[in-house]
């Protein structure tokens, strides 16, 4: 089964091919030109989409070696994410679809986040079920028990901002350029994470919150550079290794009680923020302390990428879920 994958829900151009559970082509084109103004511009978003997509289609196709006439079905995200870029995925899709006379398949870009754990890649097992999936990315922030690949139930999430969120939010209140998460991550390295305590939120369950986070850092920096106006260049690696600890603090809280809750021990994470090194270290050292199994994917398939809704993309293949050009985009979208 050969699948062609389009993913365009946010400001990142995706195709990919995939034979069965292989991934034959990867392609991303990122839209750098977001950087400028601190976060994603819908308008600026689809427009570049439209700019994108057919040759990102044409470079994965050529990359798997692989002529449309080929394709078994093509899938493409269906949402969550910006109406306007959702909207350029799926026209071509659907346009694309009717010309070859083959099936259409949509795909929900969180699915295809936990789901990425399943691409058969050389080093990576896959999780069996029933297993928890952390997803952590730029607009959520969940725990799902996976109980098939069409059985998920969310029994945590953020409240309010998303992780990815904290991240970023927190780098800007540093003078951090956006995206500010990796770099929080790679200052965070070199210093200490107990430096500077942050209160964690009290949530009740298994929700999530990191608003209050977020002002809490706010504040802190306001009343340290009166103190000091160097204070945040002298402190930058003590402050980042400090806010990185506090969210992995925030998530390891929920995630154990999560476990606790449902007595399952495998734990998948997926999403932008899984490629976080601190997140990975601690998720690795809970085999050892606690005897779970966790699953991390690879980098690739973390961020927004096309190979996952690829992969959703074939289990539904075979199981014929299919759509009529009828369907349509959600910017909202539930399992
Ligand atoms: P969603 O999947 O919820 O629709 P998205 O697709 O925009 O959101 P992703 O691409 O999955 O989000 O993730 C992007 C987020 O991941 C950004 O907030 C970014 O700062 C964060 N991120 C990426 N790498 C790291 C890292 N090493 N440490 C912390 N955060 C990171
Ligand atoms: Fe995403």
Redesign the pocket.
Known sequence: VYILAIES????TAAAVLCNEKVLSNVVANQLIHNQYGGVVPELASRAHQQNIVPVIEAALKKANIKKEQLSAIAFTQG??LMGSLLVGSSFAKSMALALQIPLIAVN??HA?ILAHFIDEKGFDKPSFPFLALTI????TQIVRVDDFFDLTIIGETTDD?V??A??KSAKILGLPY????L??KYAQLGNPKAFPFTKPKVPGLDFSFSGLKTAILYFIQKKKIEKPEFIEENLNDICASIQYTIIEILMDKLKMAVKETGIKQIAIG???S???GIRNTLKETETKYGWKTYIPKFEY???NAAMIGIVGYQKFLSQKFETAEVVSKARIQF
């Open positions: 829900s946010c400001d990142d969550p994410g870009h969180m986040h990315s730029g607009g959520h998303a990815g969120e991240f970023d995206p500010g998460g990796p929080v991550d999403g932008g923020v490629a976080n090194s973390t961020t927004d």
